[in-house]
């Protein structure tokens, strides 16, 4: 324990200074507090993580690695990301780890950065089918850089089509394939995706956004021993601060950290760098695999209850945190259901099905995810509960009914606070 006076978060600095911000600090904590938080990629960090981000490290300008910077007076912030890197590999087993991504979009740049030139080739999972926009979306870096082609799911199983993979690759020869997605409730077979990757001679890439907290908390399999690098958030499962992180083979060290920096970024977030070590430590603990285990049985629970209210899980239903609900039974959009369910103090997304036959804007499915919920404590009781509150919302154009909804999450929420006062 240090003694010394630390000059941390203080609210009231803020609220005495710029009373308009801190209103919104305090009303978005309210928010969050009094309604049910089910959006796949988001959780709730820790006050230690908190305290980490809002200090003074924001301030240090670190641009390099530990030891090797640009900058004078990096002694302290080094330390700190030392103690991220060692806590990286440890927990996941990895040879080497870069913690400076700013985002999860930014440590795939970095990847493709790393092993791909402008024009070549590229395999990844398709936008529609749950692949994310960095997996060569036309409006986004990948699309327009790279030269990428999509795999997607069987439409009669909706799981990943491996035959589809395996003859796409034989056929184009990518130089990396990517998989991994943020809308795939199963698990991925990344055994399988190193067998392709092989014959084709391609680079392996694992985009672990979404599902790497189930892994760090061992719930699922782990990709980092099949993957030439796994790129990831540090903000979903894992619920670190909003950023990225690279862990991957030592033969790809110096190429992923060139990409990281200075390919790619100028100075590393230090604040961020030491929040990411703290939930890296939270992590590793008994506590968070219990966490992690709870995660996937809510997910079931409330993948059943929510197919028991009428909906029809995509793929039958879900290994992980999240899962997509068809709404097509009930004969409800993505988008009403969603603005339904925000009108009810119930937070989801509307999300495209795989051959969905709506637009993007308007999809014909959700997608929920337990991180958030078992953060604060709930289990499968509770997420039958809320199953019965989605239906409801859903089915309902009511005002009154969508208010009475809203009494119900109200009481449910209070039992198991976010960020208890
Ligand atoms: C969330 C996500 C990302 C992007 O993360 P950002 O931090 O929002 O940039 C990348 N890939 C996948 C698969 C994701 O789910």
Redesign the pocket.
């Known amino acids: 324990m240090t003694q010394a006076p630390f000059w941390g978060p203080d609210f009231q600095a803020l609220d005495a200074e710029d009373p308009e911000i801190a209103g919104i600090l305090l009303s978005e904590l309210d928010r969050l507090r009094s309604g049910l938080q089910l959006i796949a990629?988001e959780n709730y960090t820790s006050p230690a993580v908190l305290a980490a981000l809002g200090s003074t490290l924001s301030n240090k300008y670190a641009e390099g690695y530990p030891g090797r910077r640009y900058y004078g007076g990096c002694a302290e912030v080094d330390k700190a990301e030392n103690i991220g890197i060692e806590r990286a590999k440890q927990l996941f087993g990895a040879e080497h780890a870069n913690l400076q991504p700013h985002?999860?979009?930014?440590a795939?740049i970095a990847v493709y950065g790393a092993f791909v030139k402008p024009g070549e080739k590229v395999l990844a999972m398709s936008l529609p089918h749950g692949g994310?926009l960095?997996h060569g979306s036309a409006v986004n870096f990948s699309g327009k850089w790279f030269d990428v082609i999509s795999y997607g799911v069987r439409q009669d199983t909706e799981l990943i089509d491996y035959d589809q993979v395996r003859d796409l690759a034989r056929q184009h020869r990518p130089k990396m394939i990517i998989c991994?997605?943020?809308a795939y409730p199963r698990l991925i077979d990344f055994a399988a995706f190193r067998e392709i990757a092989d014959e084709v001679d391609a680079k392996l890439m694992v985009?672990a956004?979404?599902f790497i907290g189930l892994v760090a908390g061992k719930a699922i399999p782990s990709p980092v021993p099949y993957a030439d690098v796994v790129s990831f958030?540090t903000?979903?499962v894992l619920r670190g601060p909003?950023?990225?992180m690279i862990v991957c083979r030592e033969e790809h060290a110096k190429a992923i950290d060139k990409a990281v920096f200075p390919m790619m970024q100028g100075g590393p977030l230090m604040h961020a760098v030491a929040a990411k070590a703290v939930a890296l430590k939270e992590a590793a603990t008994p506590a968070y695999q219990d966490y992690a285990a709870q995660v996937v049985a809510n997910s079931k629970a409330l993948a059943e209850g929510l197919a028991e209210e009428g909906m029809r899980p995509v793929s039958g239903g879900t290994d992980t945190h999240l899962s997509l609900l068809d709404l097509q039974p009930l004969g409800v959009t993505g988008a009403e259901a969603e603005e339904r369910s925000d009108a009810a103090g119930i937070t989801l997304n509307k999300n495209a099905i795989p051959y969905d036959p709506q637009k993007p804007m308007i999809g014909s499915g959700i997608r929920v995810g337990t991180a958030c919920v078992t953060t604060q404590g709930m289990g499968p009781v509770e997420m039958k509960e809320i199953s019965t509150l989605i239906g409801r919302a859903i089915r309902t154009e009511s005002p009154a009914e969508a208010a009475a909804i809203r009494q119900d999450v109200s009481g449910l929420v209070s039992k198991f606070p976010a960020y208890p006062r």
């Open positions: 990629s985002s999860g979009a930014s795939n994310h960095t991994g997605a943020t985009d956004a979404h958030t903000h979903k909003r950023g990225g």
